[in-house]
């Protein structure tokens, strides 16, 4: 497996007049990956996706897909073996869903046999030969998802593949991409947040005004942050008493004891508080949640660029 | 290649299942019978056969009528795609844009030819049934010069549609630029030749002049070659009084309506290439 990575991003850069939209970023994903891209709005997501795709050139840097240059003519082959689902797709309402799947399938060349299969992934046989004029909302965000699976792609990239989905579809396309990954195919994915994702994605790369500000595992992040771990402890007024004097400074006492401590000394502080051996009555440790990690990212990288 | 037939037969299907061949057919036809059962009421029982009638009527129809539904049929292909959000989808598999473009041409022409091909072959066929010297083999001859020239009016307007959708960022803006653009080539740019004669007052400006201005309007190259189709069409038209020396042959005709279809479909590729999307 330490072959060419499927994506690889060396300094890119691409500029819309005044406007640096992405700005020297460093990526790479490997197959049998699932990586999330996460950022607001216009934090160069979208942009770094179609650079990926062939779609606008760099300013600067260099691109590399499947060990090939995404604009170069010999990319046309490596196309087949992407699997791409736009942001907002609307179809074309007069056709039926196995219709569109197969002119895309058409396109790619590749067999139009397997249609059933791809149908049932998502949940949408029993429609597939109804118009996409009678499809919802999620509906057609699925068949989207399915015109992405199109030839067992090695190469999957998704543009905010859960909007519109309900809890269940969502946790659908999870099991989707999980299996894709397993099944040795890279994955790309973009989302608004940090919370959309769980932690059913193997690393992130949060973007912030065209930056790369973080990239790595979810609890990876939350570490390097130096977010502190939240501790209360219920006890008995004396037991308060003295857990505020033993932790003194880093207590607050109202009516519970909080106490917050890097993640990494969360171990050897919940020994210390044991060694006391007083009566408590609870203890919650709440680690910093993803919200709080993207807030963080985000904010760092933007204070520093004012 | 196989790309180009794939995005072929889906604009052709869609062409079908939207109703707007059946519609603009039964307009086409509708208006050419109603054109032919008139026009020829006039004529009473002249040589003048009632083919050649319907010719020029049907010419003077398709000036109108053909440019505008093409660029119907055109502006809405790459600003529409790219406003529904299938145009990166698409340009993401296999195609080239220069495909793209291509496939839709095709596609478009070929719901276009049929069309004009039935519309206006309905009309022929019961102009020739109701006449009593029937089928004269001249005008026959006229009459598929009518449909060829048609379509090939009906290709370039759709080229120059493809070159304002690619071209516009808003679908809006493509519909109105392409109103414009029929106004100007069916109407204004005629009514400026006229001004331009009436202000003369036929002196300083000759015939050379007009008649290579005239050449510049694919619809005028269109009429002149329709017109002047047959003796009997020329004679209808008023083109009889032309001198031989200011005829243009029909083949420069049809070489100046091909190049009114290649100039355009090199700029709409052109300018998609250029597109951001």
């Known amino acids: 497996m330490n072959s060419v990575p499927n994506i690889m991003l060396a300094t890119v850069t691409k500029k819309y007049g005044a406007l640096t939209a992405v700005d020297g970023v460093d990526l790479a994903v490997q197959a049998g990956e699932c990586l999330a891209l996460v950022g607001h709005n216009g934090a160069g997501k979208s942009t770094l996706i179609k650079m990926v795709l062939g779609l606008i050139a760099p ?5 590399r897909v499947m060990g090939q240059d995404p604009l170069s003519p010999g990319f046309k082959e ?5 699997g791409f689902l736009p942001e907002q797709v609307l179809f074309q309402n007069n056709m039926t869903g196995r219709e569109t799947l197969e002119f895309y399938a058409r396109l790619k060349g590749v067999s139009r046999k397997d249609q059933n299969d791809l149908f049932r992934r998502v949940d949408l046989l029993a429609a597939a ?4 004029s009678t499809y919802s909302k999620g509906m057609r965000q699925r068949l989207g998802l399915a015109q992405a699976l199109i030839g067992t792609p090695a190469l ?11 809890p269940a579809s969502r946790r659908n396309v999870y099991g989707i991409l999980n299996e894709m990954k397993l099944a040795g195919c890279a994955v790309l ?4 947040a940090l919370t959309e994702l769980d932690d059913r994605i193997d690393r992130v790369a949060i973007l912030n005004r065209g930056r790369l500000a973080a990239l790595g595992t979810i609890p990876d992040l939350r570490r390097n942050m130096g977010l502190p771990t939240e501790i209360r402890i219920q006890a008995p007024a004396e037991s308060l008493q003295l857990v505020a004097q033993h ?4 207590c607050r006492l109202n009516g519970v004891a909080q106490l917050d401590c890097a993640t990494h000394e969360k171990l050897a502080f919940l020994k210390d508080l044991m060694a006391l051996d007083i009566p408590l009555d609870n203890i919650e440790v709440r680690d910093p949640s993803l919200e709080q990690v993207f807030l963080a990212y985000s904010g760092q990288e933007g204070q520093g660029d004012e | 290649m196989s790309e180009i037939w794939t995005l072929v037969t889906k604009e052709a299907r869609d062409g079908f299942r939207n109703r707007w061949v059946i519609m603009i057919t039964l307009i086409m036809a509708g208006l050419a019978l109603g054109l032919s059962l008139l026009g020829s009421t006039p004529t009473g029982t002249t040589s003048v056969s009632p083919l050649a009638v319907t010719v ?6 398709s000036i109108f009528f053909i440019p505008l539904i093409a660029l119907l049929l055109a502006y809405d292909s790459v600003v529409g795609e790219a406003e529904r959000g299938t145009l990166t989808l698409l340009l993401t598999h296999p195609v080239s844009r220069v495909q793209v473009i291509l496939g839709k041409f095709i596609g478009h ?3 276009l030819a049929i069309a004009i091909v039935v519309g206006y072959g309905i009309a022929g066929l019961a102009i020739a049934f109701s006449a009593e010297d029937g089928f004269a083999a001249r005008e026959w001859q006229s009459f598929l010069k009518l449909l060829l020239s048609s379509i090939l009016l009906g290709a370039v307007f759709l080229g120059i549609g493809y070159v304002i959708s690619a071209g516009a960022r808003e679908r809006a803006t493509a519909a109105a630029i392409s109103i414009g653009v029929w106004l100007l080539f069916v109407l204004l740019y005629d009514m400026g030749l006229l001004a331009l004669l009436a202000s003369d007052g036929g002196m300083a400006i000759n015939g050379d002049v007009v008649k290579w201005l005239m050449l510049f309007n694919p619809a005028d190259s269109y009429r002149m070659y329709n017109l002047t189709s047959s003796n009997d069409t020329a004679l209808l038209s008023g083109m009889a009084g032309l001198s031989a020396e200011h005829r243009v042959s029909d083949i420069s005709l049809i070489l100046i309506l091909l190049a009114w279809v290649a100039a355009p479909l090199i700029a709409a590729c052109a300018i998609f290439n250029r597109r951001q999307v």
């Open chain 1, 247 to 250: 932790f003194k400074g880093k």
């Open chain 1, 129 to 132: 030969e109804n118009r996409i």
């Open chain 2, 56 to 61: 020029v009527s049907l010419s003077s129809l």
């Open chain 1, 156 to 166: 999957l990239i998704l543009d905010e593949p859960t909007s519109g989905l309900d």
């Open chain 1, 189 to 192: 994915i973009s989302s608004h």
């Open chain 1, 59 to 63: 300013d600067g840097g260099q691109v």
């Open chain 1, 78 to 82: 490596v196309r087949r073996t992407i």
């Open chain 2, 109 to 111: 022409l070929f719901l």
